[in-house]
């Protein structure tokens, strides 16, 4: 790697950003060739003149080159990595997307970015049952041999990385911060977990970047830019993780999406997705059977034989449960069972996470 000073340099620079960069590595032109040039603005890289007055204060070791310096110490001081575009080791996928971000800051394991990646995402206000989906796909997918990459956000996101974790396997978190803040500040721990069971986390951002509202559909494109497919398991129909996976079909990455109740509106995002040519999933195994081609090794037959036995073991009482919600009324209609006796018994449910109970009314999750 060149001087780290100025990579880090160049994606500070004013009016300039990875597109714009990435246009003039197409032209041969490396970000550090920036500051050894000597641009003008009739020049063919044709560049701002704010971003001219960028390079020549580098050059003369001004502000530009006291924070790039700044930043490079820091980055020593906690021992993060600093993985430039033109380094053997940037993920191949991630190079191929239009705008790819020419330097990563690393915390972590960043071996982890040369084996297969899955991005599992969806809504920050998840239901308990997209929020259980989230983990046990995630559980699951890792055990077949992805590494599940998110981004670090409540419900979905962390609930993927949380399954990771507890299984002590590695998960990848892009964030939309720099490494030295965590947004939200709840998953801190969470963050400091996913190091700890040799995870990684990844932002295109320098330290002391604030969660700012815009660096999120950013961050996006390089969770789903990473990943050989994205699974979306609850969403609304404008969020987040809907910009994710349209990205990732932008990118001719697979995209699958789980389907829900038809009541429940964050479902309305992910039939969205499947009637824009997103693959309906509903167990792991489809996602598995789909990209086995891509791992070399293939187990989700055992995934498919541990579904089939808890089926077999299925409650009778269970069985009178919809997935779209009942009223406990209604409940009591269809059974047998005195209402108190009633009550005990989804509460029962409830702690084991088969069922929901939404005020009166009662949802099964699985």
């Not at 701002?48 to 790039?68: D, N, Q, S, V």
């Not at 906690?78 to 380094?87: K, R, T």
């Not at 239009?98 to 599992?120: K, R, V």
């Not at 990771?164 to 030295?180: F, K, M, N, S, Y």
């Amino acid at each position: 790697m060149r001087d780290p000073r100025e990579w880090i340099a160049a994606t500070l620079l004013p009016g300039i950003g990875p597109a714009t960069l990435g246009r003039l590595r197409t032209a041969g032109i490396a970000a550090p060739d920036l500051f050894s040039t000597t641009p003008s603005p009739a020049s063919p890289l044709k560049l701002r003149p704010e971003t001219l007055a960028g390079i020549h204060e580098y050059r003369a070791g001004g502000a530009l080159f006291r924070r790039a310096s700044e930043l490079q110490a820091q980055a020593i001081q906690h021992g993060w990595q600093l993985l430039a575009i033109d380094s053997p080791t940037f993920p191949d996928l991630l190079k191929q997307i239009p705008d790819p971000p020419i330097l990563l800051w690393l915390h972590g394991d960043a071996g982890l970015l040369s084996l297969p990646q899955l991005a599992i995402v969806g809504s920050r206000h998840a239901s308990r049952g997209g929020v259980d989906h989230a983990y046990s796909f995630s559980a699951e997918l890792t055990a077949g041999g992805f590494v599940v990459t998110s981004g670090l956000a409540r419900g979905i996101d962390a609930a993927a990385h949380q399954a990771a974790v507890d299984l002590q396997r590695p998960t990848i978190a892009v964030l939309g911060t720099g490494l030295d803040r965590c947004y939200p500040a709840a998953n801190r721990r969470l963050a400091e977990s996913i190091i700890a069971s040799g995870g990684l986390l990844v932002s295109e951002y320098p330290p002391g970047t604030a969660p700012l509202p815009q660096n999120f559909p950013r961050r996006n494109r390089i969770i789903s830019g990473m990943s050989v497919g994205t699974l979306v398991v609850e969403a609304a129909p404008r969020s987040g993780s809907l910009i994710t996976a349209r990205q990732a079909l932008e990118q001719g990455r697979e995209v699958f999406a789980l389907p829900g109740s038809i009541h429940n509106p964050l479902s309305k995002g992910c039939h969205s997705l499947i009637r824009e040519g997103a693959k309906l999933v509903e167990t792991s195994q489809d996602i598995l059977a789909e990209l086995a081609p891509l791992l070399g090794t293939f187990i989700a037959p055992a995934v498919a034989e541990a579904d089939a036995e808890e089926g077999q073991h299925e409650e009778p009482l269970l069985t009178q449960i919809p997935f779209d919600p009942i009223g406990f009324d209604q409940l009591v209609d269809r059974l047998a069972l005195p209402p108190a006796a009633l009550q005990q018994e989804l509460m029962r449910l409830e702690l084991e996470g088969r069922i929901e109970l939404r005020g009166a009314y009662i949802l099964r999750l699985r």
